[in-house]
């Protein structure tokens, strides 16, 4: 894989439109500390929508997705400077999700510690109002400690499924075992935790896949398809390599059985449920949190 270091210009990417733009409470920017993704090559990067975004089409110089990946260098530095320019009311209401176009802790995160780096920003600014750190990576767990000193930080995993023979079966990805064991680690530590099953693939059965979700020790589940959650109505995956390699790839029908297993028991594990775009964006603004204890 080709790597290349590189200075942005910026590092808090405004959310005006899109799927992160939506939903009952939206995030306001977005921030990736790496263009393009080593997990590229796994299955994820099958399917991932990242790969049909402008600032890949236009600046990967004709890489394939997962085979270059371009490193931040100054991502902690330019979002100090960002933060230390803002009103402590503007920080109040910043939704930042990091990242919906790379995994934070993906191969080279070991080596180069960008998301780490940033982490220790937000350490500094306790004013915020939210940080959800989206991963499929155990790497992170090297960070649990620094993420319990972050109030408003979540830390968010993708389980796509219980079902690693599938997972082989594509391109294969992170074990699962070790994102089920990163998620428990997070909810010993005091983390807020959430697990996404975005997309759904085929799991084992719906009772054994849904328990263990219930059972994980995450607050939050969201349940999400390629169809739902790609921003285009399944059309850019209807043009993506896991289009061409799953021949149900549009079918959401168990994705949807999940949903409603979920639905009906969810209450008694004290299990926040979301679907798709409503779910992503689902994490109430503190004021309101704070609004309905008193």
Known sequence: ?????????????????????????????????????????????MYCYAQFLPNWSFGSNGAAWGDAVQVKTNAATLLERELKRMSPEARGHLRIFMSSTTDPYQPLERTYEVTRQCLEVFVGFPDLDLLVIQTRSPLAERDLPLLTRIPYAWLSVTIETDDQEYLKQLRGGPALEKRWELVRAASQHGVPTQITVSPCLPYSSVEQFGERLLTSGARRVIVDTVVDGDGSG?????????????????????????????????????????WSNAGFCGIAPTYLIWDAKI
Request: hydrophobic fraction near 35%.
């Open 1 to 45: 894989m080709e790597t290349t270091l590189k200075e942005a210009k910026s590092i808090l990417t405004p959310q005006r439109k899109g799927f992160l733009a939506g939903g009952p409470y939206p995030f306001t920017h977005a921030l990736s500390a790496y263009v393009g993704c080593g997990f590229g090559r796994t299955t994820c990067g």
């Open 234 to 274: 399944g059309r850019r995956t209807a043009h993506s390599p896991f289009a061409q390699a799953e021949s149900n790839w549009s079918e959401t029908s168990a994705a949807h059985h999940l949903y409603a297993y979920l639905s009906e028991r969810a209450g008694e594990h004290e299990i926040a449920l979301g």
